[in-house]
């Protein structure tokens, strides 16, 4: 039994994620990263968000990003509309994530921070949900099943996330023009920093 619940597993990500692939906008991302990088010319800054799960990714998302050049800052999509916000200013590009785009919660730090004139970044599961409604620029990355027989706990969902999202690091990553140097300089610790070193002039 649990053989043929692994093989499910791994065939329903096998083809949620081709799909994901498959649908994600390259407009779209483009858009993304013009966004952000017209903000920073602003001196404007990247912040993600997300409540529950994608709140995890959240975190994962703002260290990538900080590590390709581009400074990013996780927002606690909870804490947000009790202080929080007030790390984001006017101008500073918020990327939300929400499975469904309808999180109660999510609504309300999206609209605080709209309403302190910060530029969304929407990244969700539904196309027409009140996220996306709400974004300048809006990312897919939706699912029809997790992985498993419930067909609730968050797996193949949280996958699109993360590829939509590694997927724009890439445009962030050529935009900032990364060399061996530069990521060294950012990462000189662990056996990636002493692998990159052996590249490095100096």
């Known amino acids: 039994m649990y053989q043929e619940r692994l093989a499910n597993y791994f065939s ?14 390259s407009e779209a991302l483009e858009a993304a990263s013009e966004l952000i990088k017209e903000a920073q010319k602003l001196g404007g800054r990247v912040h993600v968000t997300g409540i529950g799960k994608p709140g995890h990714v959240a975190h994962y998302i703002a260290s990538l990003y900080s590590s390709i050049g581009t400074p990013t800052y996780f927002l606690d999509g909870t804490e947000a509309i009790h ?14 994530l929400s499975n469904s785009g309808e999180t109660e919660e999510l609504k309300k730090t999206v609209q605080t921070l709209k309403n302190n004139e910060a530029v969304i970044i929407g990244v969700s599961g539904r196309e027409h949900s009140w996220l996306a409604e709400q974004s300048e620029v809006f990312l897919f990355a939706g699912v029809e099943e997790e992985g498993d027989t419930l067909n609730k706990p968050p797996r193949a969902s949280i996958l699109a996330e993360i590829i939509v999202l590694q997927a724009l690091s890439i445009l962030l990553q050529e935009e900032n023009q ?21 590249s490095v002039k100096g």
């Open 178 to 198: 990364l060399d061996p140097e530069m990521y060294y300089k950012w990462h000189p610790g662990g056996s990636l920093g002493a692998a990159i070193k052996g």
């Open 83 to 96: 202080g929080s916000s007030g790390q984001v200013e006017a101008g500073d590009v918020v990327i939300a």
């Open 12 to 25: 329903i990500t096998e083809k949620e994620t081709k799909q994901i692939i498959d649908k994600t906008s």
